[in-house]
């Protein structure tokens, strides 16, 4: 099985890790034995096999081989191998556990565990890639099975199908795009790239160009879904019409914003989606005895706990009257009828969800809207109806089942899953038709269903509906994602079983571990309320302390603000217990505009959201677009590497007349609320003095009192530091961008992102020069980037000398926590050790090691230091 194109590892990079899942410990760490035996020391090959104390307990735990991907990983990637059952489920979700850098470059395969182990290790020790080393333990049969017989399965094929098929029809403009989001071109990312185009005098067309398929219109949802696109996969598009080089445009910068989706792991608040959870410690650990009746085993969707009875979701039968239609033309109109109040109860719904949970999962609704206006839906039942004579409910009813069904054949399990938001979408339009009444629920306990589609779990009462539980569907569902949002504990894929439970059975349901425990004993009863006060418990002192300062246990006081993007986020960062807002992402304004917004109607929303802070500051980042994020109102020449071109305070110098609107919009709103003004992408001084020119033009003859601020995104700006600091009131560290441009490493690469990792000590040393300068001249230093709302990384900030930390709503409470359980001479002495090491990874393994002998914290037998003040100078003063 050698391999015939073998090479040397590189020197420097170490092979492909391998992680072994089992749910019996003895024998995963057998299987790695027998593997290092064979491949040498040389591969990292790291055993995860049983759950938590005590060792000889058999099942998998997600943690656990979260933990054992980080100790084998390799620059080159992680190859994991699973046995059976619920170890495939615990490899998924350790993924979602790791840092998006690293989740890049590791792959689950379905080869036996223990040749497969053995196959990979020789493999990798000879130096081949990822993806060779997947390919060899998948092969790993077959000299066994051409000794022993039998069948041998089709031979994987190692490169990509060739070139469309067929003559494809003329085109003005085309482009040939790279898919490169985890989950390949779901509903959401779909959804965007049809509203890309919206508007636009063109025809869009698009194509799989890896697996060869026909042309689709790219303004239907339904048939890009039946593409197929996965994370790898490329996308052509072909445009023709008057506008086909704008659209060609728009969908190559969106696809360059990685399709709009948030960063794998980042909070959602507003652009980030929750992750799936984990299977971590559960108050049921302890399974009940063996044999115990009653036990339903599924999938987590969203962790909790929730005990009470069964209730059924009450689904009106809905038959479609046979017969024909007397008036086509009658028939139609209540088909319009019919779309148009089934848009505006969705558009509410998203509305009510943006408030309730946030941005991100308001677009699971929008994306749901489509479906009204997807002409393989609506054409062939207009067509039903004025050809064949069908009732409007009758050409809907048979059109959208024969689609569901096709969302159902898709080989891509995610996109299955989206079946079940059509069948919710279907389902409101024939109720609409039929005139009958909505699926209500009764009483408050456990809902039942077989399936919930996003609208139906968007509009649920989490008062009344205590869990969820359903027969079908999947934890990446849009269901299982609003679930989470909304807090409702779920467990899904219980199977037709579940249906066959009679309403009104007592039941608990644990989201965490996946079960549904009919009638449970007394004592489950018992300690699962326990943990759950004790949780609850948690959460409550958590949620009554977010609103007081953030102190560490030597007094120092750390600002803790929220970063957001919407007027809704305004109101939940004051109720999260925000100190301020660090970061208002003033795009939202003018992506969501169709022509550009003046100084009035800019002002007009940055008044409201100052208004719903209550007296907090508000620091508002100039617009921040390129020809990365363009505005088709908006000239912007095309670019070849827009990262580093004309955005941000570039864009707005030399489009004076755009920043000059908006900084009449925050003179404006300044004049009357606490606000701050920040601008991005600076890399010199000269910028800032062009910036504050126009904001001096702006205010006019009338004293402002506004702080000026620039981010700390390029390592130029951190370098100018001193310059800077004699110019501005204080800095903003973007982390996200800085350690892209100092390590030079594109994080919408997977082939390079790990590279850029915050906690590298080339970055940590641009913040630490940032803040010493700052220091210098009185300034104060923030960071906004991802980096603030990690709470590792919080101690380290605190030691470098940032004193504010500006992160996503959800993050404050727990962010204010870390604050207050850190000692900042310690964080100093943590700093200065990070600021020595290697690369980012040894500062994680410091941060960790750190943790764990609690050295963050005073050191022992010292004396509890009185509380002060914060040490900010006068500048930090009127900072808040």
């Known amino acids: 099985m050698a391999a015939t194109e073998a090479t040397d590892p590189v020197p420097g990079e170490t092979p492909v890790g391998l992680v072994l899942v089992s749910h019996s410990a003895p024998l995963a760490e057998g299987a790695a034995e027998l593997a290092r035996a064979m491949a040498g020391d040389q591969v990292r090959i790291v055993a995860a096999g049983g759950m938590a104390p005590p060792e000889t307990a058999l099942g998998t735990d997600a943690v656990r081989v979260a933990a054992a991907i980080e100790e084998a990983w390799s620059e080159r990637g992680v190859l994991v191998l699973m046995d059976l059952g619920s170890a495939l489920l615990s490899a998924e979700m350790a993924l979602e556990l790791l840092p998006e850098e690293h989740r890049k470059r590791v792959l689950l395969s379905a080869a036996p565990l223990v040749e497969g182990a053995v196959a990979a290790a020789v493999t990798s020790r000879l130096g081949e890639p990822l993806e060779r080393v997947a390919l060899e333990a998948a092969g790993s049969l077959d000299a066994k099975r051409a000794q022993v017989g039998g069948p041998a399965p089709p031979s994987p094929a190692l490169e990509p199908s060739g070139p469309l098929a067929g003559a494809l029809p003329p085109a003005d403009v085309e482009a040939r795009i790279a898919v490169s989001i985890p989950l390949g071109l779901h509903a959401r990312p779909a959804a ?86 984990t299977a971590g410690p559960s108050p049921l650990a302890v399974a009940p005895p063996t044999g115990l009746t009653g036990e339903l085993r599924g999938i987590p969707a969203s962790i909790g706990i929730a005990i009470g009875t069964l209730q059924f979701l009450e689904q009106a039968d809905l038959p479609v009257p046979d017969g024909e239609a007397v008036d086509p033309a009658t028939e139609l109109e209540a088909l319009g009828l019919a779309v148009t109040a089934t848009r505006r109860d969705l558009e509410q719904l998203r509305d009510q969800t943006r408030a309730r949970a946030g941005s991100y999962e308001a677009e699971i609704v929008d994306a749901d809207l489509l479906f009204l206006e997807d002409p393989e839906l609506l054409e062939p039942t207009r067509a039903a109806i004025s050809d064949r004579r069908l009732t409007a409910a009758q050409a809907w009813s048979e059109v959208s089942t024969r689609l569901g069904q096709s969302w159902e054949r898709l080989d891509d399990p995610n996109m299955r899953l989206r079946a079940a938001d059509l069948a919710g979408v279907s389902r409101r339009v024939l109720h609409r038709l039929l005139g009958r009444p909505a699926p209500v629920l009764h009483q408050a306990g456990i809902l039942v269903a077989r399936d919930l589609a996003p609208t139906d779990t968007a509009a649920l009462d989490p008062a009344q509906v205590m869990g969820i539980a359903t027969a079908g569907g999947g934890p990446t569902s849009h269901s299982a994602i609003l679930a989470r949002a909304l807090g409702i504990p779920a467990v899904v894929g219980l199977g037709d079983q579940l249906l066959g439970v009679a309403p009104g059975r007592r039941a608990l349901l644990d989201g965490g571990r996946g079960t549904l425990i009919l009638d449970p004993p007394a004592e489950l009863v018992r300690r699962a309320r326990a943990e759950t006060r004790e949780e609850q418990g948690r959460e409550a002192r958590a949620a009554a302390t977010a609103h007081l300062p953030a102190v560490t246990t030597d007094g120092l006081v750390v600002e803790v603000a929220a970063n957001i993007g919407t007027v809704e986020e305004a109101s939940r960062a004051v109720r999260a217990g925000a100190d301020a807002v660090g970061l208002l992402r003033t795009e939202f304004l003018f992506l969501e505009a169709e022509t550009m917004p003046g100084a009035e109607a800019q002002e007009r929303v940055y008044s409201e959201i100052a208004a719903h802070l209550e007296g907090r500051p508000l620091t508002i980042r100039t617009l921040d677009v390129g020809a990365d994020k ?161 709470v590792e990384a919080v101690p380290l900030l605190i030691g470098l000398g940032v004193r504010e930390l500006s992160v996503a709503v959800p993050a404050v409470a727990r962010i204010k926590e870390a604050v207050r359980t850190a000692d900042s001479g310690a964080c100093v002495r943590l700093a200065r050790r990070a600021l020595r090491l290697t690369d980012g990874a040894a500062v994680r393994g410091l941060i960790s090691g750190t943790a764990r002998s609690a050295t963050i914290a005073p050191r022992h037998g010292s004396p509890a230091p009185s509380r002060r003040a914060s040490t900010r100078s006068s500048a930090t003063a009127s900072h808040g």
């Open 630 to 790: 363009p505005l088709p109102y908006l000239r912007t020449a095309h670019e070849d590497n827009p990262a580093l071109g004309l955005r941000g305070i570039r864009l707005g110098l030399a489009q004076p007349e755009v920043l000059k609107a908006q900084l009449r919009a925050v003179v404006q709103t300044a004049r009357r609320f606490p606000v701050r003004v920040m601008f991005p992408m600076v890399s010199s001084a000269g910028e800032v003095d062009a910036a504050r020119a126009l904001l001096a033009e702006a205010a006019g003859s009338e004293p402002l009192s506004v702080e000026v601020g620039v981010m700390v995104e390029v390592p130029a700006a951190a370098l100018s530091a001193a310059r800077l600091a004699e110019r501005v009131d204080f800095f903003s560290l973007g982390t996200n961008d800085l350690s892209q441009y100092t390590l030079a490493a594109d994080r919408g690469n997977a082939e390079v992102a790990a590279l850029a990792d915050a906690f590298h000590p080339a970055t940590l040393r641009l913040i630490a020069a940032t803040v010493r300068a700052a220091r210098a001249r009185g300034r104060w230093v923030g960071v906004c980037g991802e980096l603030a709302g990690q």
């Open 192 to 277: 965007r790239v049809i509203r890309a185009t919206a508007g636009l005098d063109t025809e869009v067309l698009a194509a799989n160009a890896t697996t060869g398929s026909g042309l689709v219109s790219a303004r239907s949802l339904n048939a890009l879904a039946g593409l197929q696109l996965h994370e790898g996969h490329e996308l052509l598009v072909r445009a023709s019409g008057p506008d086909a080089q704008r659209a060609i445009d728009a969908l190559v910068a969106l696809a360059a914003r990685r399709f709009d989706e948030p960063a794998v792991g980042q909070d959602v608040t507003p652009a980030a989606a929750p992750a799936p959870p």
